[in-house]
C-alpha cells in the first residue's frame, strides 16, 4: 500500500510535468482554444503527450490497486473501481490520441466523468468512516470538477486542467495517508 500511496503522488507530479512539456514544445497551443488533446496529434509534443498519458495511466492504475486496499469496504471500493476505470481511459487516451476520432471522445469524457465521479463516492465514504477533513476535501474537488466543466468554453484545455490538477492534489493528498499506513 505505501508504494500506491507513493503513485498517488507521483502520477500527478509525471503527467503534469509531460503535459506542460508537451505545451512547451508546442508555440501554437492557446490555453483558451485547444483542448489538451490537440497536443498528441503530431510531431515532438504528440510523443511527449501520448507516452506521459499512458505512463501516468498505467501508475494509476497500480495506484487504484492500492486504493482498493485502503478503502476496502463498501463505498470505498466502488470509488475505487471507478477510479481504476478512470486511470484505464487515462491511458487509452494516450493510445487513442484525436485521430481515432469518436474513440478518443468517448475515452477522454469517460476518464473525466469516472474521475468525477469517483471523487464524489470517495467523499461520501471517507464521511462515513469518519474522516470528515478528507470527505470534505473529496467532494469539494469533485465539486470543483462539476463546477469547471458546466462553464463556456471555446476550447476545454482549461477545464481539463483545473479538473485534472485539483484530482491530482487529491491523489497526492492521499497517497500521503496511504503512505503513513
Same mark, same amino acid.
Given at each position: 500500500m505505501r508504494f500506491s500511496g507513493f503513485l498517488g503522488i *507521483?502520477?500527478? *507530479?509525471?503527467?503534469?510535468?509531460?503535459?506542460?512539456?508537451?505545451?512547451? /514544445?508546442s508555440p501554437w497551443f492557446d490555453w483558451s482554444r485547444n483542448a489538451l488533446s490537440d497536443l498528441g496529434v503530431s510531431g515532438l509534443g504528440a510523443l511527449i503527450f501520448n507516452s506521459g498519458l499512458v505512463i501516468t495511466g498505467f501508475l494509476l492504475i497500480i495506484f487504484s490497486f492500492g486504493l482498493l486496499e485502503y478503502a476496502n469496504r463498501g463505498m470505498g471500493k466502488i470509488g475505487s473501481? =471507478?477510479?481504476?476505470? %478512470?486511470?484505464?481511459?487515462?491511458?487509452?487516451?494516450? /493510445?487513442?490520441?484525436?485521430?481515432? %476520432? =469518436?474513440?478518443?471522445?468517448?475515452?477522454?469524457? %469517460?476518464f473525466f466523468v469516472s474521475l468525477i465521479f469517483s471523487l464524489l463516492v470517495f467523499g461520501f465514504y471517507f464521511l462515513s468512516e469518519k474522516d470528515i477533513p478528507f470527505g470534505i476535501i473529496s467532494l469539494i474537488v469533485g465539486t470543483i470538477g462539476i463546477f469547471v466543466w458546466s462553464l463556456q468554453w471555446e476550447g476545454v484545455a482549461i477545464p481539463e486542467t483545473v479538473s485534472s490538477l485539483a484530482a491530482g492534489i487529491w491523489s497526492s493528498s492521499l497517497g500521503v495517508k496511504m503512505m503513513k499506513t
Open positions: *507521483l502520477s500527478p *507530479l509525471f503527467g503534469f510535468s509531460t503535459v506542460f512539456n508537451a505545451i512547451r /514544445v473501481y =471507478i477510479f481504476l476505470f %478512470g486511470s484505464f481511459f487515462l491511458l487509452s487516451i494516450g /493510445v487513442f490520441d484525436e485521430r481515432f %476520432g =469518436i474513440i478518443h471522445f468517448y475515452v477522454s469524457i %469517460g
